[in-house]
Every structure is written in C-alpha cells, then in structure tokens.
C-alpha cells in the first residue's frame, strides 16, 4: 500500500509540471497583450508608458524566461497580482471565491448521489419493467438539458412567475440587519435554484452507470449464493450488491471534478454567485492573465489531488487492488 | 475485408439496431435536422435576420410560430438556421477530436513503449483541466469565431477517443492476422491503417455520436456567455441570451432555442447508445 502511495505520488510531478506547460501555452497562444488592452481604454498613454509597463509586468522579456520566472513563482505558491484595477495577489482572490465553489458543488454532489444510487437501483432491480423505461427515458432527456437553459426557465418559473425565489446573488440587499436564522434562511433561498441546477446536470449520468454497474453485480454468483442462502431480496440488493456496484463509483467522483468545475461559469455567472467560475470568465473577458493562469493551475491541481483521494479509497475500499 | 463489414452491417448490425425504436426515432431526428439546414432557407418565409421594429417582442402567433425577439425578428427562422451551426460545429469538432484520438490512440497502443508513457500522460494531463475552462480562455483571447470554436472545442475532446483507441489496438496488435501480415512483410504503416484501424472503429462510432451531443451543448453554452456565435448569426445558444435578458417579458425567447437544443442532443445520445447495443458482442446471440 505504502509503495502503491509512494509511487502515485512520484507520479504528480510530471503531471503537474505538464499542468502549468500546457496553461503557459495556452495563455501566450493569444495575439493581443494585457498592455494592449490598458491601452485601448486610454489612447494617451504613449510608446514609453507602455515599454514601462509592459516591463513592470514582465511581458518583454523572451517567452521561456517568463515561463521560467512563472514557474519559480508558482513553486512559492505565489500567483503574482491581477491586471485589474485592484492590483491584488491572484491567490487572495482565488481564495476568497473558492469556498463559495467548493461548497456549493460538495452540496450538488451529495444531492445528486443521494438521489442517482436509488434511481440506478430501481432501474437495475426492475429491469426492463414499465419502471425501468421509465427512468431511462427521464434519464435520456436529463442527460440533453442543458443547464443553462434549465436555469433559465426555473427563474422564470420560481423568480419571475411564483416570485417564490430569489434569482441572483447569494444575498438580499441590507441581509446583514437580519438576525441568525434570518441571514441562514435567505442564504439558503439564495441557494436552492444554483444547487438545483448543479447537481441535475450530472444526476442523469450517475445513475445510468449505477443502473448498468448494479446489473453486471447482480449477475455474479455470490448473488445468487446469498438468495439461495434465504436472504430477503432487501437484504441481497441493498447490503451485498450495492456495496460491491458502489466500488465503481467512487472513481466516477474523482472523474466528474474537472466537469463541475468547469460548469460553475455558467451558472455562476447565470444567478451571479461570486465564486471560482465567476472570476474565471471576468478574469478572460478583460485578458487578466495571472488570474486565468492561476486558475487554471489550481483546477487542474485540485482535479489531479481529487483523482489522487478517489484512487486511494478505492484501494482502501477493494482489497484485490491494494494486494496487487 | 471489405465484404465482411458489408455482410456484419446487413446481417447482424442494422436488424439489430432496427429493433431499438428509441434509436431509430433518434436517428430520423436527426436526418431530419440535415434536411432542415440544407432547406432552411425554402422553409422559412421571414429572414432571419430581417429587423422589424413594428414587431418587437411580439409573443407567438399565426404570423410568427415562434414570436419574434428583440429587434422583431422571426424566432423560428432563427431557431430552423441555428440548426446549421449546431449541425457544423458537432461534426467538425467531433472530426479533429476523433482524427487526433485515433492518431494518438494507434501510436500509443501499436509502439508501446515511451511513445504510450509519454502519450497517455499527456492524456491524464489534459483530462485534468476543467474543459469549459479552457475552452473559454482560449476563445475569448483568440477573437471568437465559428472556426475557432470547432477547433477549440475538438482539440479538447480528444482523450477519451485516444484512451479507446488505445485499449483496441492494443488487444488487435497480438491477433494472429495482425502476426501474418508482419510475416508476409507489410510495412508499419499499412497494418495501422489496413489491419489495425479499421477494426479498432466500431467504439470509436459511438464516441463519435454521443461526442456530436456534447459538442452542441458545448458551443451552445459558449454562444449563451456571448463567446461563441457571434450575433447577428443566428445559433441556439445565442437566441437563449436575449431570452435571459427579457425572460420577464418573452418566455418564447427562451423555450423554444432550449427545445431545440434538448432535442437535437437527445436524438444524438439515442442514436449513440443504439449504436452500442446494436455494435456490442455481449449482446449478440
């Protein structure tokens, strides 16, 4: 186990270091500088204010210096500063949106595998039944909603029709005269329809692979053994089958990290949650590269540490695998 | 060669697939949307992008099936023209994903080796970003445009084709056949092509397919932040934007592109998983 630890973790450098190769690329592809853009909001600015600063950011210098450069910054965990107006450490920003991301996407997911593991389950059990169908049609149309459009149409519905929810932002303007409960309360209406969305996009896929993961372990004769054995049906199903069809699942966790990283762009920037996807598209929509860049490098890093996390319960979990 | 993928297809493939009348409906939608792209302009009796400002936010009526937008323009001519980007972008991202996957996937899995380590690698690299990000970036520093965004949204989409690729080939590489035509001399080059390819093919048309759906949703939600299709192009995602902006006043603005969207990317995935069941040897009696 602790060779098996050693070895996935040897393995982070390469990818990590491939990380921030193909993020330094991808960023200096674009034709265009930052300096441009401070440019083209102020023509006053002449030819030795804009040598200045692109010298204070470091832009003149050859593009493997810069990476160079970058890349020891990145060894401190230093970020470096925005191109915005505010001038402050991308890391401090980065920090202060990413509680707001992470949460909202642990409370998706919790939803969304709370309800995908007994609907996979029905539909596996009750295989080719009306029920069966049934969920695979509903799952078959969840799978080709696209969030944005189901996030339009529940505030129409719930914000603009019922009036029932608010539509945007996490809090109601003057929250902060409420008491305790108050503030919980309208934080939570703030969160239904954003976490509503976000664990709906993946719930269809979720539970079709618990459906077909559930349907090879039904097969096996250790099924068959506990029903011959005169277990319940209950107790064959949910204690002996579902344990050994959870096992895939938890890779699927680890996989499913970059896909709800990057869907909070859209809902965050829909019902204007100040979170990770918010920064993201604000930061490429005014060419601020060091938050792009850093953002980039720390979700891809946090996906490879999720993968990481998902492969090592998964050995914890399966024992044929920490064996071998 | 040739004739037993022709006799597999009669023999085995299209009854089996024909049975799935899920699949099938699927795979009528969506001949259906490639009839509606080449004839939009037959079809539709408003131009869709002929500004009225005597019918602005009409809802829908005799007149116009769909209501009208902002600058009175027709939504259903909108909506049936939308169709030919969704229809460009999902084939040619799907075309530079599946050509670089395959390409990759037969180098990693033919050669072995450091070509696989360092191949694979760069797999796990790539699947670590958060797509939609990088997609997004990329975009938005390089100007957006139709062409890009099919290039982007390909260039990102190739690993999961790489990995089943990969995972073919390498099962085809110790067939006998694979043995005999190295006896009788044949060059490299033409087992991968001749031999190995054409028989790795058959996951990598289900990847296709379902990738065709995620391409669509992909360029939609891009159109939807103003970073795709640029108005006054008409494409699903950019109609649903001015649907965000009036969703107090038009309902119609957002419905309609949504549905179409929903649809289209649903009779893709039927159409893939018929494929599937209808390709998978598990299943064959």
């Given at each position: 186990m602790i060779a098996y630890l050693l070895r996935r973790i040897a393995l982070l450098v390469p990818l990590l270091f491939g990380i921030?190769?193909?993020?330094?690329?991808?960023?200096?592809?674009?034709?265009?500088?930052p300096v441009e853009m401070q440019m083209a909001m102020n023509p006053k600015v002449g030819k030795e204010a804009r040598e200045r600063l692109q010298k204070f950011y470091g832009l003149d210098k050859p593009l493997h210096v810069q990476y160079i450069t970058w890349l020891k910054q990145l060894s401190q965990l230093d970020f470096g500063r925005s191109f915005s107006s505010d001038n402050r450490p991308v890391l401090d920003k980065i920090k202060e949106r990413l509680p707001v991301t992470l949460s909202l996407n642990i409370i998706a997911l919790?939803?969304?595998?709370?309800?995908?593991?007994?609907?996979?389950?029905?539909?596996?059990?009750?295989?080719?039944?009306?029920?069966?169908?049934?969920?695979?049609?509903?799952?078959?149309?969840?799978?080709?909603?696209?969030?944005?459009?189901?996030?339009?149409?529940?505030?129409?519905?719930?914000?603009?029709?019922?009036?029932?929810?608010?539509?945007?932002?996490?809090?109601?303007?003057?929250?902060?005269?409420?008491?305790?409960?108050?503030?919980?309360?309208d934080l939570a209406k703030h969160l239904i329809l954003p976490i509503l969305v976000a664990s709906f996009g993946s719930l269809a896929g979720v539970s079709r692979y618990?459906?077909?993961?559930?349907?090879?372990?039904?097969?096996?004769?250790?099924?068959?053994?506990?029903?011959?054995?005169?277990?319940?049906?209950?107790?064959?199903?949910?204690?002996?089958?579902?344990?050994?069809?959870?096992?895939?699942?938890?890779?699927?966790?680890?996989?499913?990290?970059?896909?709800?990283?990057?869907?909070?762009?859209?809902?965050?920037?829909?019902?204007?949650?100040?979170?990770?996807?918010?920064?993201?598209?604000?930061?490429?929509?005014?060419?601020?590269?060091?938050?792009?860049?850093?953002?980039?490098?720390?979700?891809?890093?946090?996906?490879?540490?999720g993968n990481l996390l998902a492969d090592l319960s998964y050995a914890l979990a399966d024992p044929r695998i920490r064996q071998s | 060669m040739q004739m037993l993928k022709t006799s597999f297809a009669y023999a085995v493939f299209w009854p089996r697939f024909r049975r799935n009348r899920l699949a099938v409906a699927?795979?009528?939608?969506?001949?259906?949307?490639?009839?509606?792209?080449?004839?939009?302009?037959?079809?539709?009796?408003?131009?869709?992008?002929?500004?009225?400002?005597?019918?602005?936010?009409?809802?829908?009526?005799?007149?116009?099936?769909?209501?009208?937008?902002?600058?009175?323009?027709?939504?259903?001519?909108?909506?049936?023209?939308?169709?030919?980007?969704?229809?460009?972008?999902?084939?040619?991202?799907?075309?530079i994903a599946v050509a670089l996957g395959a390409v990759v996937g037969l180098i990693a899995g033919y050669y072995g080796g450091w070509a696989d380590t360092l191949l694979m690698r760069l797999v796990d690299i790539m699947l670590c970003f958060p797509t939609f990000f990088l997609i997004l970036a990329v975009i938005a520093f390089l100007q957006p445009s139709i062409w890009i965004i099919m290039v982007v949204i390909g260039l990102t989409g190739w690993m999961g084709v790489?990995?089943?690729?990969?995972?073919?080939?390498?099962?085809?590489?110790?067939?006998?056949?694979?043995?005999?035509?190295?006896?009788?001399?044949?060059?490299?080059?033409?087992?991968?092509?001749?031999h190995v390819l054409p028989n790795?093919?058959?996951?990598?048309?289900?990847?296709?397919?379902?990738?065709?759906?995620?391409?669509?949703?992909?360029?939609?939600?891009?159109?939807?932040?103003?970073?795709?299709?640029?108005?006054?192009?008409?494409?699903?995602?950019?109609?649903?934007?001015?649907?965000?902006?009036?969703?107090?006043?038009?309902?119609?603005l957002s419905l309609f592109p949504g549905l179409a969207i929903l649809i289209t990317v649903l009779s893709y995935n039927l159409l893939g998983e018929g494929i599937r069941d209808a390709l998978d040897p598990r299943t064959l009696r």
């Open positions: 921030t190769l193909i993020t330094f690329t991808v960023i200096h592809l674009a034709p265009g500088e919790l939803i969304e595998f709370g309800l995908a593991i007994p609907i996979g389950v029905m539909a596996a059990v009750h295989r080719n039944t009306l029920l069966d169908k049934g969920i695979t049609v509903v799952v078959f149309v969840g799978f080709a909603v696209p969030t944005f459009w189901l996030a339009l149409l529940l505030m129409y519905f719930f914000g603009v029709k019922l009036n029932w929810l608010p539509i945007s932002g996490l809090h109601t303007l003057g929250y902060e005269s409420y008491s305790w409960f108050g503030r919980l309360w618990m459906r077909s993961a559930m349907l090879q372990v039904i097969e096996q004769e250790y099924i068959t053994t506990a029903r011959a054995k005169g277990l319940s049906e209950r107790l064959v199903i949910w204690k002996h089958a579902l344990r050994n069809a959870l096992l895939p699942l938890i890779t699927l966790v680890g996989f499913s990290l970059p896909g709800l990283i990057g869907g909070s762009v859209i809902f965050e920037t829909i019902f204007a949650i100040p979170g990770m996807g918010q920064l993201f598209y604000q930061g490429v929509m005014s060419r601020d590269y060091p938050v792009v860049m850093g953002i980039l490098v720390i979700g891809a890093g946090l996906t490879l540490i | 699927g795979g009528a939608v969506v001949l259906l949307l490639f009839a509606i792209s080449f004839f939009a302009p037959w079809f539709v009796s408003h131009h869709p992008s002929s500004i009225n400002a005597w019918e602005v936010l009409q809802p829908p009526t005799w007149q116009h099936w769909f209501g009208t937008d902002e600058l009175g323009r027709d939504v259903l001519a909108r909506v049936l023209f939308g169709a030919r980007i969704s229809l460009k972008v999902g084939f040619v991202a799907v075309g790489a990995r089943l690729v990969r995972a073919e080939v390498l099962a085809i590489r110790e067939m006998e056949y694979i043995m005999a035509a190295r006896c009788i001399g044949c060059s490299d080059l033409r087992i991968i092509f001749r790795a093919l058959s996951p990598v048309l289900v990847a296709a397919t379902l990738g065709v759906a995620g391409a669509i949703l992909t360029e939609s939600a891009l159109s939807f932040l103003g970073i795709g299709v640029q108005p006054p192009t008409p494409s699903w995602g950019n109609i649903l934007t001015s649907g965000k902006d009036y969703i107090e006043f038009a309902w119609w």
